[in-house]
């Protein structure tokens, strides 16, 4: 199984300090974005926008291929700079998606160092759609090029093995067309804990920290993280929890382990977990011990330990976009319909960096941009809308 070759020579750069900070400000100074809009990115001054692009949803077809490149130009161009997809989105066709809009950006006076492009991988990429004889094609893409074992399959979808996960990234930058992503997150690792443990998961996750150590060594990569559904959420004596702390040491072994340096620093920098008025776990339930003598929420976890957020399900699979919960209704009047509501309910939300919206539907990114445009709420009425509901 070979990443395709590159239709076009790969982007040099990544996302850094000086160029995030001057498209913020111009973006600001022309009316695209308002003050706050701009989350910063740990500790390193890189300002990424509090909304982010994200290319799960639609069909597997040219015409949406078409829809999702314009629509990532066109956010990048007008203030957006984070975009978010995945090796297995639309059976790969995000990825190339992805990066036709990055290049139309470009062309447009976008500069790489201002975007900050991050892909995931873990689920099966199954590139030209499911084939018709699953199990032959895993034995021929998948065993055959030693990406990986029938053991190693969980729920039927889902590798977690190094070199499968080193092959997504690949794919990730040859489709993308970047010679460098500045993120990739291993995507769902907790699926394999209902199948073989959380301490077996978690080998098979510190192997694949230390190839993301590794590209990052390579300058393929810049950080990794973990994006998860159940991981992060949910109550500590759930089978599924995984700890943002063990997340933390796993990655500090893999870092001593690559460099040979028991001093090393990790890149584990990125944590994603669904996040919205209906799914607000993430900042109410208290599951986390830090090691700093506390349990804090995953968001203040992450605070603690120097992991930057962002939210997936912003929209609730679309269902928060036709209505908005009681309490987020009442204190967002002059906000044009719910879509734009539930985005600002997650960009207000204290120790969340980056909140992605799906852009299956060019009305989304309408929203997005008119979102973007309006400063998040005080911190004060923020909290408020919690007393109410």
């Not at 500790?43 to 909304?51: D, F, I, N, Y």
């Not at 190839?211 to 109550?235: M, P």
């Not at 699979?317 to 919960?325: E, F, I, M, N, T």
Request: net charge negative; with cysteine; glycine share 10%.
């Amino acid at each position: 199984m070979t990443t395709d070759p590159a239709a076009h020579a790969l982007l040099p750069g990544y996302a850094n300090a000086k160029a995030t900070q001057a498209y913020a400000q111009a973006h600001i100074e022309a009316g695209d974005a308002a003050e706050g809009h701009y989350s910063d990115f740990l500790r390193v001054r890189m300002r990424l926008s509090s909304l982010g692009v994200g290319t799960f949803g639609g069909s597997a077809e040219p015409a949406v291929d078409a829809r999702i490149a314009a629509a990532v130009a066109e956010a990048l161009i007008k203030g957006v700079n984070v975009i978010d997809t995945g090796a297995h989105y639309r059976y790969g066709r995000s990825l190339a998606a992805v990066g036709a809009g990055i290049r139309a950006a470009v062309a447009q006076g976008v500069p790489r160092e201002a975007m900050f492009l991050m892909s995931k991988g873990g689920f099966l990429t199954l590139r030209g759609g499911p084939p018709a004889d699953m199990a032959g094609w895993f034995e021929r893409e998948i065993v055959a090029a030693g990406l990986g074992t029938r053991d190693d399959l969980a729920k039927g979808a889902h590798l977690l093995t190094p070199e499968y996960i080193n092959y997504q990234l690949e794919l990730s930058r040859h489709l993308m067309g970047v010679e460098t992503l500045d993120a990739f997150l291993v995507d769902q690792p907790e699926v394999h804990i209902p199948e073989i443990g959380k301490e077996a998961t978690h080998r098979k996750l510190a192997s694949v920290f230390e190839v993301l150590e590794r590209a990052v060594q390579e300058k393929r990569l810049r950080v990794y993280g973990i994006s998860t559904y159940d991981g992060l959420r949910v109550e500590t004596d759930d089978p599924k929890f995984e700890s943002l702390t063990a997340m933390i040491g796993l990655a500090e072994g893999a870092a001593q382990r690559v460099t040979g340096d028991e001093h090393a620093r990790h890149h584990f920098k990125i944590a994603m977990l669904p996040f919205n008025q209906v799914m607000s776990e993430g900042f109410t339930r208290f599951n986390t011990a830090t090691g700093q003598g506390n349990i804090a929420s995953p968001l203040q976890a992450a605070y603690q330990l120097e992991v930057y957020v962002m939210a997936s399900h912003t929209l609730f699979k679309g269902h928060l976009a036709q209505q908005s919960v009681g309490p987020v209704a009442e204190c967002m009047p002059e906000l044009a319909n719910p879509a734009q509501r539930a985005m600002q309910f997650n960009r207000s939300t204290p120790g969340l960096g980056t909140s992605l919206v799906g852009l299956s539907t060019p009305e989304h990114l309408a929203d997005l941009l008119a979102a973007a445009r309006v400063p998040p709420m005080p911190r004060k009425a923020y909290l408020a809308m919690y007393q109410k509901a």
